[in-house]
């Protein structure tokens, strides 16, 4: 069966970190986000990936070529992002036969996506305890008979989880009118093949939609949990891993440094002397850990540096980001409250008690910056020496 993987979006809710990344590729442990979700429709039997792309397009391109797992990529181009049946539309003439269509920004559970190829017609469907803000799935003995977007009194707390196998047939129903919200929607096609043919229910037992700032680092929690230790870096006699940690060929570990797992330190990455690395934290490649820093449950990406004296907590550091020596993360509120942080212009709960700051690409912060939690820094931005930042830059 061919797959379809969604990956044109922009990304707007996970700014700054997708202004020159798109979401597809931010990192989640060892590989770019989207990379997981090809691993399961290669691992599920996928015999052709089809990569929709379309906002940084050629980002994505770069990293899986025309082969991947020696399954062939091929790639559909959708110009506007009209929605997720206009996305797949794109794709209709590389499709031929029963097809699967899964988001390039999930993570879903591999016994699932085995079972949903399988079972073709099948729609993958996640138990909420709250589903009104998702597409609802209705089933009668063991088929899928409804589905309703974001209804106010949910019929069951089955929620669609992005991840379809469609008959031959549905590669004619692609073309869907715009929605009142003015996208051409895939629950639209979903709705037609519910209606004309059985489709299975297969629900998921983990599954993760990464649409804002900390749900990637919750990715990553999950995909860094899953880690083995193995130590192919240089790892200094004086340095203390525990737990599962991965040091990949080419990254360094000095002296006085103690790593507590699950982490991964991968290629190019220095850490030390003397520093402590805890929690699930990913230090991506050529990222740079220095003296007396301490960097807990957070994603440093490609070249970020915190050289000297700092704290980083449940935080994501973009690619080259420089933390002054003294750069000081709050991850806590004093009332213990759950950490807010605002998306496109509206400050939304993270559902956090702990969350640190989110920092795009190339921003530097001054000596003995303080930086609040739920803080997000921009592109680029900067901040000055001394400087208690509570305000989004
Ligand atoms: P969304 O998460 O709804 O969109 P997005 O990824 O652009 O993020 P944001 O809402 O923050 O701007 O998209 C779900 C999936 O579908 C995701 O994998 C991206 C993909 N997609 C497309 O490929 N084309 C589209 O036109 C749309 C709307 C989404």
């Known amino acids: 069966m061919k797959a379809v993987v969604l ?4 990304g707007t809710r996970i700014r700054p970190l997708s202004s020159s990344v798109p979401k597809p590729m931010l990192p989640v442990a060892d590989r770019p986000l989207a990379a997981h979700t090809v691993d399961a429709a290669v691992d599920a039997g996928a015999d052709e990936v089809i990569l929709v792309i379309g906002y940084e397009a050629e980002t ?17 181009i959708q110009e506007e992002q009209a929605g997720t049946a206009h996305a797949v539309n794109a794709a209709s003439e590389h499709l031929e036969g029963p097809f699967a269509v899964l988001n390039g920004d999930n993570l879903y559970d591999q016994d699932a996506i085995d079972e949903l190829f399988s ?32 209804p106010d009194d949910p019929p069951t707390n089955l929620a669609n989880a992005g991840a379809y196998a469609f008959p031959e047939e549905a590669i004619e129903w692609l073309d869907v009118p715009a929605s009142e919200r003015g996208e051409h929607e895939i629950t639209d096609v979903v709705a037609q093949v519910i209606d004309q043919f059985a489709v299975s ?89 220095g003296n007396a820093v301490e960097v807990k449950n957070s994603v440093l990406s490609r070249d970020a540096t915190v050289g000297h ?27 213990g409250g759950s950490v807010k942080f605002t998306v496109k212009g509206d400050r939304v709960s993270t559902n ?16 003995n910056t303080s930086l609040t939690p739920g803080l997000k820094l921009g592109t680029e931005a900067t901040t000055s020496p001394g400087e208690v930042v509570e305000r989004d830059r």
């Not at 803000?133 to 309703?148: E, F, K, P, Q």
């Not at 998921?204 to 880690?227: F, I």
């Not at 956090?352 to 000596?367: E, L, M, N, Q």
Request: glycine fraction near 12%; aromatic fraction near 6%.
């Open 201 to 289: 229910p297969v629900t998921l037992e983990r599954w993760m939609d990464v649409g804002r700032p900390w749900e990637l680092l919750e990715a990553n929690e999950w995909k860094l949990g899953e880690l083995e230790g193995d130590v192919a870096g240089e790892v200094s006699e004086d340095a203390h891993l525990e737990g599962a940690v991965v040091v990949e060929e080419g990254a360094t570990v000095k002296p006085g440094v103690v790593i507590e797992g699950p982490a991964l330190i991968r290629s190019g990455a220095t850490v030390g002397p003397n520093a402590y690395v805890r929690g699930a934290t990913l230090i991506d490649e050529g990222a740079k850990v």
């Open 309 to 335: 004296l700092s704290y980083v907590g449940d935080s994501v550091l973009g690619r080259d980001v420089n933390f002054g020596a003294g750069t000081t993360v709050a991850n806590l509120r004093h009332d």
């Open 352 to 367: 956090r008690r702990k969350f640190g700051v989110v920092v795009g690409d190339d921003a530097k912060t001054g000596i």
């Open 119 to 150: 079972e073709c017609p099948a729609i993958c469907a996640i138990e909420v305890e709250d589903p009104r803000n998702y597409g609802v799935l209705s089933t009668t003995d063991g088929t899928v008979t409804d589905i309703v977007e974001k």
């Open 7 to 10: 990956a044109a979006g922009q």
């Open 60 to 76: 994505v391109r770069e990293y899986f070529g025309e082969e991947y797992r020696g399954v062939p990529i091929s790639y559909a």
